[in-house]
Each structure stands twice: as C-alpha cells, then as structure tokens.
C-alpha cells in the first residue's frame, strides 16, 4: 500500500504550460503566473515551469514523445512529484502522461481548492458533483493510476473515498447530489421569496478570484466574511444589508469568485450559489485596477455571466484596489466615465458607490409619513427602525409616534398606522 505523505508537506510541483493558438487566452507569463497561483493555494511548493508552443495538440500526450521525455527529465532533476498542466487533459493524454510523477491538469487542480474552501453543505455538495462529473470519464484503463489517488493535491475533497468506485455507483452518486442540490436550489428560492416580499433591491458582487470582492463586500456592510489572498477564498454566498444614501437599504451578495477558461462543470455544479447572480436586480462586476492582466479577467468574467443568461441585468463596473496606483494613474483614472473606482481596503470612494448602487437599483423611493403606533405593535415598529429612517420617535397619551422616510412598497404595509403625510 502507497504510504501518504504527511499534510502539512506540501508537495512539490512542476508547471507545464501549453499554447495553442486555437485556445491562447492572455499571455503565456500571465496564464502560467495564474496556475502558479493556483497551485500555491492548493498547498503546491512550485518548484518549475515547462512551456511548449504548439499548433495543436498532440492526442496521446498533448506535448508529443520529444516533449514529454523532457518533461520526465526536468521533473526527475527537479525532484518534482506532482506535474500540473495548463490545459485540461483528455482521459487518454492523462493515462499516457503518468508515469514516476502524478499527473493532474488545470481544472483537477481548480476542484481541488474548491474542494479545500467549501465549508456549507451546499458547497460541499457542489463540489462533489463537479469532481464526480470529472471524474466519471477518466475511469476507463485508469487500473493502478486509480489506486495511487490516495492522498495529495487533486484528490481532496468529498469525493476522495469514492475515487476507486465503479461507474454504476458514480452514477448512483450523482442522481442523488443532483437531487440533494435540487432540495438546496427550492430552499433558496423560498429565502429570495422571502427577502422580495421585503421589496429591498438585490445586488450582486461578481468578479474575477481575488479581485476583492469580500473586503468590498465587508467595507460596504460592516460584516466580517473571511478574507484571503488566495484564489478562491469564498464559495459559499452570504447576504447583507447595505446602507444606501437616502437612508434606503439594499441586499448585498457576495459570490464565488470567477476564473479564465472557468470548466464549465463548475459552472453547472454551482447553479445553485450563481442564481443569486442570476436572481440580482443590479450585478456589481468589481475588477482589479491594478493586475496587468484585468482586461482579459474582465473579459472571462462577461463570458460566465453570458452563460448564466444575465445580459440584460444592469451591471455596473467598480474598478477596485486604486490604493496599488501610481498617483498619476489614480489622477487620469477620475476622468473616466466607463466605472465606479474605488480601494475597499482603504475606504475610498464607498459614498460614490452607494449612490451609484442607489442610481441603478429599480424603484422603492422613500416616503416620508408620521406614524402612530400602540405598545403592542412591536414588530411593525421594528420595521420602520430596520428600513427606514427614524427622524423623530416619542411617546404620548400610551402610543409611539414616529416621524420616518420608509421605502414606498414598506409605506403601503404600513398605511394603517400613517397619522398623515409629513
């Protein structure tokens, strides 16, 4: 038996990056900076890249025999165990590419950190499904390959203990994630019922990993989701109020972040997480002002956001991090009308975004009314305390009176109780 390394070893690994014409997305630096990021948080220690040009693919090892003896000697020199490709692999191309090394490609690496920040059930059960997906073709001619994926990078998460399964259980497992997911998808959609009844506008932060989109989502409703600089740090969604300028209130998500050439089963496997996105009444795309590289992420992000079938949901770009900038950058940056710009680390132009934010979002303008209340009614008061704006409270002749600035929808629930318009 494969005895498995200790965890807290991080395993060493050799990056291999392949351009295709067919396939090129950002340069080769870029894309393979990207998966080096990628494999430092996974727990990777990078010890080497490869790079290879090609104008296509070779169907047995993808890199071809002469690429791929190099490859075996600079893994070997380099006293690398663990080999990542940039570029999904095909069953074959993996089978073939094995050998003293593990192999795992680009999208294997993806679920593995996925399968390390998932901490709901929800998102635990979105990331079995997307390795199971990924995992189902790649059973056939696998045989001692199978048994070696016992521990390590690629192999974590839900659905490590399953790996030597046959297709018929894998098979089994899915149907009924699918349907454990359909379950969360129903108990969601009873929430935003829920919350639209409260007619609060609904906004959702979207964005390339690591862009900022958690501190954003922090500095805008004093909460405190977890912030990390590694890729992926959030995948479960969480909700929270935000104050606007008018004293309106809106719902903020904060949402997995998205990633270049993102597999698209990880894109069907967390449906249930991105219909937040899809279910927004204003989609915020916060972008990283100062990556070299934010145009091409801006650009991957507008493709998942097609695929979701959001087009026609306003959308407004926060250009974040303008604390990195030069001063001169930041001076030619506030000539520009195309986006919100904004450091959520440092707190800098958070009023201009709330009253964008406000701008953007459909109807719900507040109403100013005098309001007379009995002691008993407690939770019509707490209403007005939790949307509105208290301007005045007093108490008189055993009533509460309370002048306030309500949402319109909140002012017709409350019509009852309204003395006159003030």
Known sequence: MKTL????????????????????????????????????????????????????????????????????????????????FDHELSPTQLRNLTGEQRVIDRTQLILDIFARRARTREGQLQVELAQLNYLLPRLTGKGV?????????????????????DRRRIRGRLGKLKEELETVRRRRAQ????????????????????????????????????????????????????????????LLSDTVGFIRDLPHGLVAAFRATLEEVEQAALILHVSDISSPGHTEQDDAVRQVLAELGVEKTPRLLVFNKTDLLEEDERRELKNSPRAVFVSALEGLGLDELRGEIERLLPGDVPVRLALRFSAAQGRERALVHERGRVLSESFRDGMVWIEAEVPESLAHQLGEYAVKSA
Do not use: W
């Open 145 to 165: 390959a199978m048994s070696r994926l016992g521990g390590g990078i690629g192999t974590r998460g839900p659905g490590e203990t399953k790996l030597e399964t």
């Open 191 to 250: 929430q935003r019922r829920a919350r639209q009844q409260t007619a609060l506008g609904t906004v959702a932060l979207v964005g390339y990993t690591n862009t900022g989109k958690s501190t954003l989502f922090n500095a805008l409703t004093e909460a405190e989701v977890s912030v990390s600089p590694k890729l992926f740090a959030t995948l479960d969604p969480t909700v929270r109020a935000v104050a606007l300028p008018s004293g309106r209130r809106a």
């Open 5 to 84: 390394r200790p965890v807290s070893v991080p395993e060493r690994a050799l990056l291999v990056g392949v351009h295709l014409p067919a396939k090129f997305n950002g340069t080769s630096e870029e894309r393979l900076a990207e998966l080096e990021a990628l494999a430092r948080s996974a727990g990777a220690d990078v010890v080497g890249r490869l790079e290879q040009r090609r104008e296509r693919p070779d169907p047995a090892t993808l890199i071809g025999r002469g690429k791929l003896e190099e490859l075996h000697r600079e893994a070997e020199a380099r006293a690398a165990e663990l080999v990542i």
